[in-house]
């Protein structure tokens, strides 16, 4: 662990990641006084050095009520989520994923940040983090206070249409649907990261679905579907943001999709440092000089508080 904790305090830049030895902690087990040996005290150390970029995933938000598609509490896993193709292509997959979808939409408008998003949001007021990548289409950094935050997979709260393109509000659209389907009454089993809720198929077939009030065109939420590609722009802009970062740290993913782990695998490559903090292990395990797995609103406020310490003196 020792060797993995130097990592950690400033010096794995130049380190050759292969090399590095992960170690992976429960800082709950780090006894009192520890500052050198444990490793939030690490993460702290590094944290407190600035320069980071934040990397978070759905994790992050399981505190907030938002259930994760792989983590432990991700019960909505069996759902097969609904790919671009589909919904581009059948009127029927449309009207079955704005059903699901006005009926999600509810609990992610009403889901709150949790410490560790006020966590990231302070470390960003306090200079320490100059930007952020989230996988997550819920807008709860921004809730928190966040403001450099590249939404990679777009955001729950505007819909754009796909004929002429016009970015609109969810919050309008929820309207219209819901005048649109005044009485429909839908029981819901689950929750997903992206506001999916999972439905019977027969309260799925009596929903009426509604189109661009400009265009007639359809409407589509503003995020990367399955079998979508993330706007070359946005990638380029993570990219520059990763590869400028003194440490990149992973909030909340398994990293299971390409879409974050690339940014991971980049800072990697560059010997940036890479830590993780997540519930289980990650894709990006091997690359990370630093692992905690443990809850993240409590160890992130936890890292918080040490880096109060650091730069204000104990
Ligand atoms: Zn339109």
Redesign the pocket.
């Given at each position: 662990m020792t060797q993995a904790v130097d990592g950690a305090r400033g010096s794995a830049r130049g380190a050759n990641p292969a090399s590095a030895n992960p170690a992976s902690v429960n800082p709950a087990s780090a006894g009192p006084g520890e500052t050198l040996a444990d490793p939030l005290g690490s993460l702290a150390d590094l944290v407190a050095g600035g320069g980071l970029v934040i990397l978070s995933g759905a994790g992050l938000s399981t505190e907030s009520g938002i259930p994760d598609y792989r983590g432990p509490t991700g019960l909505a896993r069996r759902a097969e989520p609904m790919t671009y193709q589909a919904f581009a292509g059948s009127a029927a997959a449309r009207q079955r994923y704005w059903a699901r979808s006005h009926r999600g939409w509810r609990n992610i408008a009403q889901a709150r940040p949790n410490a560790g998003h006020h966590a990231v949001a302070e470390l960003e007021r306090g200079g320490l983090v100059t930007g952020m990548i989230t996988q997550n289409v819920d807008g709860l950094h921004q809730a928190a206070g966040a403001r450099r935050v590249v939404e990679l997979h777009g955001s729950l709260d505007h819909v754009i249409?796909l004929?002429?393109k016009?970015r609109t509000s969810r919050a309008e659209l929820d309207r219209r649907l819901s005048a649109a389907n005044s009485g429909w009454h839908a029981t819901v089993t689950a929750i997903k990261p992206d506001g999916d809720a999972v439905l019977g198929d027969d309260e799925a077939e009596r929903f009426r679905v509604v189109d661009?009030t400009?265009?007639g065109?359809v409407l589509k939420p503003d995020v990367v579907f399955f079998g979508e590609n993330v706007p070359p722009a946005r990638v380029q802009e993570c990219y520059a943001l990763a590869g400028q970062a003194s440490a990149l740290v992973v909030l909340g993913s398994s990293l299971t999709v390409m879409s974050g782990y690339r940014f991971v695998r980049h800072a990697a490559k560059l010997a940036i440092p890479v830590v993780i903090v997540n519930n289980g292990p990650t894709r990006g395990d091997a690359q990370a000089q630093l692992i905690i797995d443990a809850p993240l609103g409590r160890t992130l406020a936890a890292v918080v508080e040490r880096c109060q310490l650091i730069h204000y003196g104990s």
């Open positions: 249409c004929a002429c016009a661009c400009a265009c065109g």
